[in-house]
């Protein structure tokens, strides 16, 4: 059982270039969310979606996009990057609020942008 | 909006001590949760909290929710060197679909 799936695990990109950061999870998870992580600023939620085809924008959506078009992917895609951009990327999946197992993480995207 | 506060925000202890951290929030929350990120990992959940002063544990670890609603507590008995990592705090908001992450308490055990 994968759990949670980020690809790829390392990215350089140079500002101005876009990428897509594909998240997948094989737990029939109703939700998904991407957090980015940034030294002393714990993990911030960036966007997130509560079932296939819809998707809702968290603490620090700009410059961010995504996609929910299967229910167990989740795309976030950057259109044109910035150094700000610069971060660890993190997908979670949850089957509902309220349940005790909580959010699964997959092992996150370590992005650059020079 | 709303805020994660946790503190201490790092901790140098020598192994078998006890560890004692918090989180507060400007508003109350319904959900508590605490996680562990260990080098190069996802967090992983550790405990859960649904209740006002409900006290929970997990092996060596106990967390507690606060009965304001407004702060909720990790203790972790007697460390030992693989409980180093970060532990976020997190919690829903008024939304429920919405989970925000504390900044991290690092914990750092010296052998």
């Known amino acids: 059982n994968a759990g949670v799936t980020q690809t790829p695990k390392f990215r350089v990109l140079k500002t101005g270039q876009s990428m897509t950061l594909l998240c997948a999870q094989d737990?029939?998870?109703?939700?998904m969310y991407w957090y980015r992580q940034d030294p002393g600023m714990g993990l911030r939620l960036i966007h997130y979606?509560?079932?296939?085809?819809?998707?809702a924008k968290g603490e620090v959506p700009d410059g961010y996009n995504v996609s929910r078009l299967k229910k167990q992917n989740f795309l976030l895609g950057l259109e044109s990057a910035a150094p700000s951009q610069t971060s660890v990327y993190f997908c979670?999946?949850?089957?509902?609020?309220?349940?005790?197992?909580?959010?699964?993480f997959g092992q996150g995207t370590r992005l650059t942008v020079v | 909006g709303q805020q994660l506060n946790q503190s201490p925000q790092s901790m140098f202890i020598q192994e078998g001590e006890d560890v004692s951290m918090n989180c507060t929030s400007s508003?109350?929350?319904?959900?508590w949760l605490w996680y562990k990120q260990e080098p190069g990992e996802g967090p992983v959940l550790l405990i859960a909290?649904?209740?006002?002063?409900e006290l929970t544990s997990n092996g060596r670890l106990t967390a507690q929710f606060g009965i304001t609603r407004k702060d909720s507590f990790l203790n972790i008995s007697a460390s030992i060197p693989s409980d180093v990592g970060i532990y976020f705090c997190?919690?829903?908001?008024?939304?429920?679909?919405?989970?925000?992450f504390g900044t991290g308490t690092r914990l750092k055990v010296l052998a």
């Open positions: 979606s509560v079932g296939e085809g819809t998707t």
């Open positions: 737990m029939n998870h109703e939700y």
């Open positions: 979670a999946s949850r089957q509902r609020p309220g349940g005790r197992e909580g959010a699964f």
């Open positions: 508003s109350i929350f319904n959900t």
């Open positions: 997190a919690g829903p908001t008024s939304g429920t679909y919405k989970y925000i």
């Open positions: 909290l649904y209740k006002a002063g």
